[in-house]
C-alpha cells in the first residue's frame, strides 16, 4: 500500500476545472475594452489584452483569430449598447422620446469616447468592420428609425421617409458629439447646448411642407 496515495491521511489533489469557453471570450473582451478606454487604440495589443485579461495570448487567437477580431468584438458590443440605449426609452411622449434619443446618444460617446472612435473614426488602423459587425450598426440605426416613425405615428414630426429623417437626426447629433470630442465648438453649456440643438431639429422636422 502506498502511503502517499491511500489511507486516512492522502492527499488527493482535487481534479483542474477549465475555465468555460464563453467566459474567456468575455474574459479578452472585457480587457480590451478597459486598455481602449483607458489607454487608446495603440494598447489593443494581443499580449496586453491576454496579461489584461489573465489569459495565455494563444487565447486570444483562439476565440478571435487576432487582434482585428476583438476590434470587431468592441465594435459590435458598442453598436449593442447604443441599440439597447434606444430601445429602452420610454416611448409614452413620443416628442420627449426623441428628445431623449438625442441625449442618450452623447451620453454615450462620452461615457465611452474611445469606443466611439473604434465605431465611427476607424480609430484602430486597417480595421475594417465585417458584415456581421455592419449588421450590429444597422440593427441599432433601426431602434432609431422605430422612434422616429413612432413620432411620425403620433404627429409629434411630419410624416415622411422614417429612414430618412433619422438619418438627419443622426447626422446631426454625430456632426455635434464629434466636435465636442474633439474639444471644438464656443458655448459653456454643452448640455443645455445639445438639447436646444436635437430641439431645433425636431422643430424642423416637424414643419409642414410648403405648398
Same mark, same amino acid.
Given at each position: 500500500?502506498? *502511503?502517499?496515495?491511500?489511507?486516512?491521511?492522502?492527499?488527493?489533489?482535487?481534479?483542474?476545472?477549465?475555465?468555460?469557453?464563453?467566459?474567456?471570450?468575455?474574459?479578452?473582451?472585457? +480587457?480590451?475594452?478597459?486598455?481602449?478606454?483607458?489607454?487608446?487604440?495603440?494598447?489593443? $495589443?494581443?499580449?496586453?489584452?491576454? /496579461?489584461? !485579461?489573465?489569459?495565455?495570448?494563444?487565447?486570444?487567437?483562439?476565440?478571435?483569430?487576432?487582434? =482585428?477580431?476583438?476590434?470587431?468584438?468592441?465594435?459590435?458590443?458598442?453598436? #449593442?449598447?447604443?441599440? %439597447?440605449?434606444?430601445?429602452?426609452? #420610454?416611448?409614452? #411622449?413620443?416628442? !420627449?422620446?426623441?428628445?431623449?434619443?438625442?441625449?442618450?446618444?452623447?451620453?454615450?460617446?462620452?461615457?465611452?469616447?474611445?469606443?466611439?472612435?473604434?465605431?465611427?473614426?476607424?480609430?484602430? !488602423?486597417?480595421?475594417?468592420?465585417? *458584415? +456581421?459587425?455592419?449588421?450590429?450598426? =444597422? +440593427?441599432?440605426?433601426?431602434? /432609431?428609425?422605430?422612434?422616429? =416613425?413612432?413620432?411620425?405615428?403620433?404627429?409629434?414630426?411630419?410624416?415622411?421617409?422614417?429612414? %430618412? $429623417? $433619422?438619418? =438627419?437626426?443622426?447626422? $446631426?447629433?454625430?456632426? !455635434?458629439?464629434?466636435?465636442?470630442?474633439?474639444? /471644438?465648438?464656443?458655448? %459653456?453649456?454643452? %448640455?443645455?447646448?445639445?438639447?436646444?440643438?436635437?430641439?431645433?431639429?425636431?422643430?424642423?422636422?416637424?414643419?409642414?411642407?410648403?405648398?
Amino acid at each position: 500500500m502506498n *502511503p502517499v496515495t491511500s489511507g486516512p491521511r492522502a492527499h488527493r489533489t482535487p481534479p483542474r476545472t477549465r475555465t468555460a469557453s464563453t467566459d474567456v471570450r468575455a474574459a479578452l473582451v472585457n +480587457a480590451a475594452e478597459r486598455l481602449l478606454e483607458a489607454e487608446g487604440p495603440d494598447a489593443l $495589443a494581443v499580449r496586453r489584452i491576454a /496579461l489584461e !485579461a489573465g489569459v495565455a495570448p494563444m487565447g486570444v487567437y483562439n476565440h478571435f483569430g487576432s487582434k =482585428q477580431g476583438i476590434v470587431d468584438e468592441l465594435f459590435q458590443r458598442g453598436f #449593442d449598447t447604443l441599440r %439597447d440605449t434606444f430601445a429602452d426609452i #420610454d416611448r409614452t #411622449d413620443a416628442r !420627449a422620446a426623441l428628445v431623449e434619443s438625442g441625449l442618450r446618444y452623447r451620453a454615450l460617446a462620452l461615457r465611452r469616447p474611445r469606443t466611439y472612435g473604434v465605431m465611427f473614426d476607424r480609430a484602430v !488602423a486597417d480595421y475594417e468592420p465585417s *458584415p +456581421a459587425a455592419r449588421e450590429h450598426a =444597422q +440593427a441599432s440605426f433601426a431602434e /432609431l428609425v422605430a422612434l422616429v =416613425q413612432h413620432g411620425m405615428d403620433e404627429g409629434v414630426i411630419r410624416a415622411d421617409d422614417a429612414t %430618412d $429623417a $433619422a438619418q =438627419q437626426m443622426w447626422s $446631426a447629433c454625430h456632426g !455635434a458629439v464629434s466636435l465636442e470630442l474633439r474639444g /471644438l465648438g464656443f458655448v %459653456d453649456d454643452r %448640455d443645455a447646448h445639445h438639447r436646444r440643438l436635437v430641439e431645433t431639429m425636431l422643430r424642423g422636422l416637424s414643419t409642414p411642407r410648403a405648398t
